[in-house]
């Protein structure tokens, strides 16, 4: 277990160092001069030096990149050119709306997916199963943005249940306008980032109930004359859970990545606005340190989600010793 703990971090540190390679080396082949895009074409050449020193245009790229890294080895992801401010508080506000956006949305993901795979299971070949696996497909075939526009038009714009975008009383890192408000304008978000995921998870726990219905203990437990009910819910259930605990690890890499464009449809103060706000502004100190974090978030996520599998299972463990 410890061997393969130590290979997971070894793992985890190459991954995010590549990964920080790659986030430099593609904003440093945006076409132009970055203190240019920044400051127009009309800048004076004194003030375009300075930006250019600012941001260590004048130093070679392999400096650059030495001294961007070391920075963020210490969590210094530099200052804002936009916002004169640290980008670290900056994504420390936004957090305050995605992490709730994201966990939301993870909560409504398995509400619903859970009760759905098991309806399958229990139902299969018949007309619940086929109604699950039609929603999985076209939840699956649907992009976030897209339901996300639908949820509006419904929701907002004709029934007048909730707003179409915004973020009530946002005053930075608090929620200014109260708990309940808050809730009421991430509902929409989080369900439009909640259904494709839903849709993945419900086929993945019928899949994992359907195997473990086809085991030998599930066969004694009726025989022993154990309620249909019970098999599901005390037999086959527990014992399928770490497939779709596995994949819901992975969703919330995936709720919080996608929080940057389903942010963008509801107008939501979240870091995928921060985000989109910097590309737009040419910030890209922003952008450098917005994108490695998610990046950073990602690969962390899944690492997690492996030691607990490995914990879980016993044959990981002994086959990583």
Not at 56 to 84: C, E, I, K, M
Not at 173 to 202: Q, R, V
Request: hydrophobic share 60%; aromatic share 6%; proline share 6%.
């Amino acid at each position: 277990m410890l061997a393969f703990l130590l290979r997971r971090l070894v793992s985890l540190i190459v991954t995010v160092w590549l990964a920080s390679i790659v986030v430099f080396a593609v904003l440093q082949l945006v076409p132009g001069d970055p203190a240019l895009l920044m400051l127009g074409v009309n800048a004076q050449p004194d003030t375009l030096a300075a930006l250019r020193g600012q941001m260590g245009l004048d130093q070679p790229v392999l400096t650059r990149y030495l001294q961007w890294a070391g920075a963020l080895a210490r969590g210094d992801l530099g200052v804002s050119l936009t916002y004169a401010r640290p980008v670290a508080e900056l994504v420390a506000e936004r957090l305050a709306v995605t992490l709730p956006l994201a966990l939301l949305s993870l909560v409504i993901s398995t509400a619903l997916a859970l009760p759905l795979g098991l309806l399958a299971a229990a139902q299969r070949g018949r007309g619940g199963d086929w109604a699950v696996l039609g929603f999985s497909q076209l939840g699956v075939s649907m992009p976030s943005f897209w339901i996300a526009i639908l949820l509006i038009l419904l929701f907002s714009l004709t029934l007048h249940w909730f707003p179409a975008g915004g973020f009530p009383g946002w005053t930075g890192p608090g929620w200014g306008g109260g708990i309940g408000p808050a809730l009421h304008a991430l509902l929409l978000p989080a369900l439009a980032l909640a259904l494709p995921e839903a849709a993945i998870l419900a086929r993945v726990t019928r899949t994992a109930v359907l195997d473990t219905l086809a085991e030998d203990h599930i066969r004694t437990a009726r025989a022993k004359g154990v309620s249909r009910t019970a098999v599901l819910l005390r037999h086959a259930l527990p014992n399928a859970l770490i497939p779709v605990a596995t994949v819901l690890g992975l969703q919330i890499s995936f709720l919080v990545a996608g929080a940057v464009v389903v942010e963008n449809v509801f107008t939501l103060p979240g870091l995928g606005r921060l985000l989109y706000q910097a590309i737009g502004q040419r910030d890209l100190i922003v952008v450098q340190g917005v994108v490695v974090l998610l990046a950073l978030f990602v690969v962390v996520v899944n690492a997690l989600v492996d030691i607990a599998c490995a914990l879980a299972d016993p044959r990981p463990k002994g086959v990583s010793s």
